[in-house]
């Protein structure tokens, strides 16, 4: 066990076991806990590689490939509080390069057929 670690999440499930009517123990429930492992947080590293090379725009590429890289080092580290936080604001960026690429791909096509029509 890591003590620096955050506890895992633990799930108590009711187990009954029967008994003699007599018995003392007769109407008790026993409880077990069951460590649950929380699925790690995914990183976002290649789709932050994408908007770096294809769409950075205003360098969200490259601010995404930053904390995609943040989120794989506290992954192994195993602090899956702050790797969740940096994957998602690398989640976060790679939306907003995203739109941004794609609107300005619609703008240029726009442009590029509306000069077109002009001439």
Same mark, same amino acid.
């Given at each position: 066990?890591?003590?620096?670690?955050?506890?895992?999440?633990?799930?108590?499930v009711?187990?009954?076991?029967?008994?003699?009517?007599g018995?003392?123990s007769?109407?008790?429930?026993?409880?077990?806990?069951?460590?649950?492992?929380?699925?790690?947080?995914?990183?976002?590293?290649?789709?932050?590689?994408? *908007?770096?090379?294809?769409?950075n &725009?205003?360098? /969200?590429?490259? %601010?995404?490939?930053v904390?995609?890289v943040? #989120?794989r080092?506290?992954?192994?580290?195993?602090d899956?509080?702050?790797?969740?936080?940096?994957?998602?604001?690398?989640?976060?960026? *790679?939306?907003?390069?995203?739109? &941004?690429l794609? /609107?300005?791909? %619609?703008?240029?096509?726009?442009?590029?057929? #509306?000069?077109?029509?002009?001439?």
């Open positions: 066990m890591n003590p620096g670690a955050p506890s895992k999440p633990f799930l108590a009711p187990m009954q076991y029967s008994s003699s009517p018995s003392e007769a109407g008790k429930v026993q409880h077990t806990a069951i460590k649950i492992p929380a699925e790690p947080p995914r990183d976002h590293f290649v789709w932050s590689l994408f *908007n770096f090379f294809y769409g &725009l205003c360098c /969200l590429g490259l %601010v995404a490939v904390f995609s943040r #989120a080092d506290w992954k192994v580290l195993g899956l509080n702050r790797a969740r936080s940096s994957a998602s604001t690398a989640r976060n960026l *790679n939306i907003t390069a995203t739109v &941004l794609i /609107l300005a791909v %619609v703008l240029y096509i726009a442009t590029f057929i #509306a000069a077109r029509y002009r001439h």
